[in-house]
């Protein structure tokens, strides 16, 4: 029986959490090391990994935003720095982005990690919305988003720089 453990990422996570990225997106979409620390070390509680027996295979990072109605693109750039959007009131929060080891992958993880993350923040902080972004070609990622009862906000035209520089589909979830 695997052992399962959740809990905030912590500076010496940084190596796992990278290596998951890396495993996870194509190298135009992974983010940088520093990126990542920064959303450590500003919000912890939004920042999980996932441990099964004791080693690091999956994380989620988040931010909490102001809501705004209108989607602006600028908002959503890659590699930007947490410390700009963040604001511990605001009432949206932003799932910047997760990852889970491919021989991890298909056992409910990134579910889990989802899950609790929603579960702390909401207990915690005034959410009342969630978004995320998601490529129009991650139709596994969006179908999981749909299930858990996020919708299409709006659309980010050729966002992900990738081989077909794909559009981005903004999704929001009202609690």
């Not at 999956?58 to 590699?79: A, C, R, T």
């Not at 799932?95 to 409910?108: E, Q, T």
């Not at 596994?140 to 709006?154: S, V």
Request: hydrophobic share 40%; glycine share 6%; proline share 1%.
């Amino acid at each position: 029986m695997e052992e399962i453990e959740i809990r905030n990422a912590a500076i010496n996570d940084i190596g796992y959490i990278m290596e998951i990225e890396h495993e996870s997106f194509c190298e135009t979409v992974c983010e940088d090391r520093s990126v990542f620390l920064d959303r450590i070390l500003t919000f912890p509680d939004g920042f999980l990994v996932l441990e099964v027996d004791g080693q690091v295979c999956g994380y989620i990072s988040s931010e909490i935003w102001n809501y705004l109605e209108e989607i602006k693109e600028d908002m959503f750039n890659l590699n930007h720095s947490i410390s700009k959007l963040h604001m511990v009131a605001g009432s949206e929060l932003y799932i910047s982005s997760i990852g889970i080891l491919k021989k991890h992958r298909g056992k409910g993880y990134g579910k889990l990690l989802f899950s609790e993350l929603s579960r702390r923040t909401t207990e915690k902080y005034s959410i009342s919305s969630m978004i995320l972004l998601v490529s129009v070609q991650w139709t596994a990622a969006k179908n999981i988003y749909e299930k858990n009862g996020f919708e299409e906000a709006g659309r980010i035209h050729r966002f992900f720089d990738d081989e077909t520089h794909s559009d981005a589909i903004v999704m929001r979830k009202y609690l």
